[in-house]
């Protein structure tokens, strides 16, 4: 199985041994928040430059009350921002699980930001999660909103029996060709799209056949799931 390429690896789980974060974005003025990890998350808030800006360190502030983002790899946060990018919430309300299917009452919250270079050679991402508990798969489904479907894009498993807790930045990195799972689909078609390349991923996404499926202990089909909606 292709695991997609990452430049940051490490997830940011809650432990006693991790310093806890907590970000009013109103009170920030041009500090420099770290995790437990001691490794830099942003900066910027008021006083500092305003969303849509690039700082210095190579962070990036969207604008919103969600939107602090690590400082590091300036080319992710240009796809990221890109011509052919955009940012999808997944919750407990979207999920169709068990029997009857239905929404999951869940605490967590998840975000994908997602961007294409020009030339569809890679993918950007950066998923988020918020008190997570106990987390076991990160994957892209192939399915309308409303279904279910197979795994298109497998980005993550935790190597923990127990699963992982998350509360921050998850994973970021690239995705190629190489890591679309074209094999679980029937005649490799999702919905009406021939899917096996990035290119093909990007035109799933504009037909709305595409969702982000975060999985759990608790919820081993999916606790958090956020359908990709392309703003034209």
Known sequence: MNKCILFLSTLLAT????????????????????????????????????????MEDGSWWSGSNDGWHPSGDSELEKLLHGRFSGKDDASGAQERVGVPEGPVTTDMKSQVRWGFDEGFTKMGFEISILQGIQVTLIHFHCAQAGSNGPVVVDFWETSDTDGTDINGVALNGYLTNDDILSNNLVDGMCGNIKLNNLASLYQAMLNGDIYLNIHTQANPDGENRGQIFVMH
């Not at 974060?21 to 830099?40: A, E, H, P, Q, V």
């Open 15 to 54: 432990s006693a041994s991790s310093a806890e974060i907590s970000i009013d974005s109103g009170k920030l003025s041009n500090k420099i928040i770290y995790d437990g990890t001691r490794r830099r998350l942003t900066k910027t808030g008021k006083g500092g430059k305003s969303g849509g800006e690039d």
